[in-house]
T-cell receptor, first 113, second 114 residues
Framework: DSGVTQTPKHLITATGQRVTLRCSPR?????VYWYQQSLDQGLQFLIQ???????AKGNILERFSAQQFPDLHSELNLSSLELGDSALYFC????????????FGSGTRLTVV | GNSVTQMEGPVTLSEEAFLTINCTYT??????LFWYVQYPGEGLQLLLK?????DKGSNKGFEATYRKETTSFHLEKGSVQVSDSAVYFC?????????????FGKGTHLIIQP
């Protein structure tokens, strides 16, 4: 157990629907990062939050949004889902900086049918 | 922006063979460098890291040396085991443009045959 908890582990939904992925960071970590992993694109950085505030944005679609709550857990919202959104979505957390690396959760596998 | 280039896989080796997975990077400043490993069905786990030039990171028999002059961080292991079969990701700190986070390579799938 890495200390980063992601739920659910698997999600199957239809095109056009909206889903919410949840992440609880490791105790004491203030930063949360979301990544999308697909076979063709590899690991793509989506967005980072630090202590409740958005810190950096990567290749995140406008249909996707995220937030970090006062208790530091984070949610990634994916809407108007398309088949191409099927992927593994990982959350990672770190202390203030990433010089020490991330701790990853085990991911949510999203399948859009 | 920052980028990481890894050798394409899959890399297939026999048990007890010597392993090298190449990794080169492009980055501004002085990033930290990492190797992560992903076993089937699991998240990424930090394997080793190096924070400055000429540092050697090591863990579980794996080693990598931060070479600033060649912008490389190649992963090596002297004698691989079947249990080392996994996907290995090279990464560096920094997303480019001053943003915090890690930039990953595309990963190298390693297959070790008994």
């Amino acid at each position: 157990d890495s200390g980063v908890t992601q739920t659910p582990k698997h999600l199957i939904t239809a095109t056009g629907q909206r889903v919410t992925l949840r992440c609880s960071p490791r105790s004491g970590d203030l930063s949360v990062y979301w990544y999308q992993q697909s076979l063709d694109q590899g690991l793509q950085f989506l967005i980072q939050y630090y202590n409740g505030e958005e810190r950096a944005k990567g290749n995140i679609l406008e249909r996707f949004s995220a937030q970090q709550f006062p208790d530091l857990h984070s949610e990634l919202n994916l809407s108007s889902l398309e088949l191409g959104d099927s992927a593994l979505y990982f959350c990672a957390s770190s202390t203030r900086g990433v010089q020490g690396g991330y701790t990853f959760g085990s991911g949510t596998r999203l399948t859009v049918v | 922006g920052n980028s990481v280039t890894q050798m394409e896989g899959p890399v297939t080796l026999s048990e007890e063979a010597f392993l090298t997975i190449n990794c080169t990077y492009t980055a501004t400043g002085y990033p930290s460098l990492f190797w992560y490993v992903q076993y089937p069905g699991e998240g990424l786990q930090l394997l080793l890291k190096a924070t400055k030039a000429d540092d050697k990171g090591s863990n579980k028999g794996f080693e990598a040396t931060y070479r600033k002059e060649t912008t490389s961080f190649h992963l090596e292991k002297g004698s691989v085991q079947v249990s080392d079969s996994a996907v290995y990701f090279c990464a560096l700190s920094g997303l480019g443009g001053g943003a915090d986070g890690l930039t990953f390579g595309k990963g190298t799938h390693l297959i070790i045959q008994p």
